[in-house]
């Protein structure tokens, strides 16, 4: 996923955080807000609580990741943060895909 896809600043968080609404599943918790740049803008959070190892969140980012390229090309002008719950590591790859791809389904419809 290139940068330009990515949420950085603090300011877009912040921003993100006052006007959120969220989605919850098993695996992830999705909050999202509109921007007005006209494209999507993805943040991802592994918590060291849930995984000691930094090489197994490395991995998580990654997958999750891999999955949100699919919804890079929308012309959605929204801010998505993925926050990882601790089912996640417990499950294949495979799962963890239908339920992220099922919760963003929801979001950009």
Do not use: H
């Not at 912040?14 to 909050?31: A, H, P, Q, R, W």
């Not at 990882?84 to 417990?90: G, H, I, N, Q, R």
Request: with cysteine.
């Amino acid at each position: 996923m290139k940068n330009k896809y990515m949420l950085k600043s603090r300011k877009d968080f912040d921003n993100l955080f006052l006007k959120k609404t969220s989605y919850y599943s098993s695996f992830y918790i999705i909050y999202y807000a509109k921007n007005n740049i006209g494209k999507p803008r993805f943040a991802i959070s592994v918590s060291k609580k849930l995984q000691k190892k930094a090489v197994i969140r490395n991995i998580a980012k990654r997958q999750i990741k891999f999955i949100l390229t699919r919804f890079c090309n929308l012309n959605f002008g929204i801010d998505i943060i993925v926050i990882v719950k601790p089912k996640f590591f417990d499950v294949d790859f495979k799962t963890k895909k239908c339920d992220l791809e099922s919760i963003l389904s929801k979001v950009f419809n």
